[in-house]
């Protein structure tokens, strides 16, 4: 079960990881082999920063939840 509030609609992969205690590594991971989340890319001007935020919606959100179990490392 997460609770999340009702007025939030878009998370990030860090807030996914913390409310589903799911490591960064396999929220990617999963996301990717199921195509869940957006990638929002932004421009930056210095080289070397890795410009991308993974967003999630609630949707995606609950489709972790239910079909990913939690990690134990």
């Known amino acids: 079960m997460v609770t999340v509030k ?3 609609k878009i998370f990030t992969d860090s807030e996914v990881a913390n409310l589903t205690v799911i ?3 396999h ?3 999963f996301a990717k082999s199921r195509h869940l989340c957006f ?3 932004a ?3 210095r080289p070397g920063i890795n410009a991308d935020q993974w967003l999630f919606t609630l949707s ?3 489709v972790l939840v ?3 179990p939690k990690c134990t490392h």
Do not use: P, W, Y
């Open 66 to 68: 239910t079909l990913f």
């Open 39 to 41: 990638i929002a890319r």
């Open 60 to 62: 995606d959100l609950m």
């Open 43 to 45: 421009r930056r001007k």
């Open 6 to 8: 009702s007025s939030q």
């Open 23 to 25: 490591c960064v590594e």
């Open 27 to 29: 929220v990617h991971n």
